[in-house]
Structures are given as structure tokens and as C-alpha cells.
């Protein structure tokens, strides 16, 4: 079964920190066919499922594939607690694809009922219990994975290496989506700004969308699960032995480095 074989060659590179030429096997041609391959995979990697990251498909790929969003799963050794100002290391593969991007990241406060497939903005805040701001390091063994399109994307992970959890937003309830600004520095020079307005219909909008996408799967939502909704000031390219810094302004700064993957890595 292709969905085995390709599973199993991504995660053997992933915990191998290995390189991947090509897609290991046939591209899916729909995302329900990718989501069973990312199915296969997440049974196959030796750590527990965590929260989910939300990625966005634009153009040309959304009129191909009738969806404006991806999730990947975040994996809980792959979460990094990251304090304002510390310098905090993620693993990048040698060869591959390797991003940082800026987030705002709800924690979930309740297991969302099984059977609920479609949420609006409102029920999706009821869930939540926090908000925080964080770096998703995105990466992938594929170094071509976001030029091969969003199946791709879902079949690797949602190409997801871990999360970088900064502190929580204090009374972010109360505030306008316009004051949650950022901004985005590699090595210290400015490669994107943004906000939670960058984000079509706002982070909760990629929450809502993720609840109903996983259990659509039958893979429902936990109290606990942390949800990453998506680039607020872009993808921006890293390379091993750099440094990125996010400003989430009245916030925080968080700082990571990138570091060579090691073999057996857990992202």
C-alpha cells in the first residue's frame, strides 16, 4: 500500500535526520488521500500527538484542492518552551526545508466533542483557554515540499518540525485583532511584518477549521492540544547556524537558533 511506504520513508528520514531527493512515492492527487498518508505516518513516530499546526493553500493550489487551510500535527516533544529573550534551539535537516514563522497559539481548555464537524468563530473561542505567541519551526526532509503543492505539505507532517511556545497574551479576549502585531528578523535584518490580521478570518478562524478537519478524521481535539493558525508575517528560509527574533509587539521577543538535526530526532 503506497500510504505505507510512503509514511514509513518519511518518518525513517525524519528520525534519521536524512535528506529526501524526491517524494517517496506516487504524490497524492487529493488531501484525503495525503491526510491518510499523514494518518499512516503519526501511527508510526514514536511520540504522542500534541496540538496541530494550520498552514494556508492559496492560489493556484486552492482551485485545485477546495481547501484554504492544512494542519499537521505537532508532536509533544517537539514543543519548546521558549522564555522572552532566551535562545532557544530547533533542529533543521541537512539538506531539506527549514522555515521559521510567526504565531499566535490557542491552548485548548476542553476535549472537543467527538462528533462535531463544523464550527463557527464562536464555539471554537468557547474552547479555548489561552492565547499565546510562538514560532513554528517548519521543516521537512523534502527540501521541495512546498513546491510540490499542499499534499505534499499533509503528507509530511503538514511540514511541521516543532513549536517554539512563548508566553500567554494576557486578557487577549479583550483586545482588537489590530493590536496583536509582529514582526520578523533573520540574523537581525527584517524579513516580514504582520499581525493576527494576516490571517484570513483571524486565528480563531484557523482554529475552527482545524477542529472540524481532525475530527472529520475521527482524530477529535483534547484539552491541552496547542494550535499554531498559521504564518502571521510570512514563511521565512533558515539556514543551520542562523538565528531568527520575533517581536510580538507588548508582548515579547523570542529568539531561536537553527541547529543541525541529529539522528533519532523527535520533532
Not at 518519511?10 to 535528506?19: K, M, N, P, T
Not at 531539506?96 to 462528533?115: H, I, Q, T
Not at 481532525?214 to 538565528?243: E, F, N, W
Amino acid at each position: 500500500m503506497d500510504s505505507e511506504a510512503v509514511a514509513e520513508d518519511f518518518v525513517r528520514a525524519r528520525l534519521g535526520a536524512e535528506a529526501l531527493l524526491d517524494f517517496p512515492g506516487t504524490i497524492p492527487t487529493t488531501l484525503n488521500t495525503a491526510y491518510a498518508y499523514q494518518d499512516r505516518a503519526i501511527a508510526l513516530w514514536p511520540d504522542n500527538v500534541a496540538g496541530w499546526k494550520v498552514g494556508r493553500i492559496g492560489p493556484p493550489w486552492l482551485e485545485r484542492v477546495g481547501e484554504d487551510r492544512l494542519v499537521g500535527p505537532i508532536f509533544r516533544r517537539g514543543i519548546r518552551l521558549a522564555p522572552p529573550d532566551a535562545l532557544v534551539g530547533f533542529p533543521v535537516f541537512k539538506g531539506g526545508f527549514a522555515a521559521v514563522e510567526a504565531e499566535f497559539v490557542f491552548r485548548l481548555g476542553a476535549d472537543a466533542p467527538s462528533d462535531q464537524v463544523h464550527w463557527t468563530l464562536a464555539e471554537a473561542a468557547q474552547l479555548v483557554s489561552g492565547l499565546h505567541v510562538g514560532i513554528e519551526a517548519a521543516g521537512s526532509p523534502l527540501a521541495a515540499i512546498n513546491e510540490l503543492g499542499p499534499a505534499v505539505v499533509v503528507s509530511d507532517f503538514g511540514n511541521n518540525a516543532g513549536l517554539l511556545l512563548g508566553p500567554a497574551i494576557p486578557d487577549w479576549r479583550k483586545r482588537p485583532l489590530e493590536s496583536l502585531t509582529c514582526e520578523t528578523f533573520i540574523d537581525d535584518r527584517p524579513v516580514g511584518r504582520g499581525g493576527a490580521t494576516s490571517l484570513p478570518g483571524g486565528p480563531l478562524a484557523a482554529v475552527a477549521f482545524a477542529l472540524g478537519r481532525c475530527a472529520r478524521r475521527g482524530l477529535p481535539m483534547k484539552a491541552g492540544y496547542v494550535i499554531s493558525t498559521g504564518a502571521a508575517t510570512g514563511i521565512h528560509d533558515i539556514r543551520i547556524g542562523q538565528t531568527a527574533r520575533v517581536k510580538f509587539d507588548g508582548v515579547a521577543e523570542l529568539l531561536c537558533r537553527a541547529v543541525p538535526a541529529g539522528r533519532n530526532a523527535r520533532s
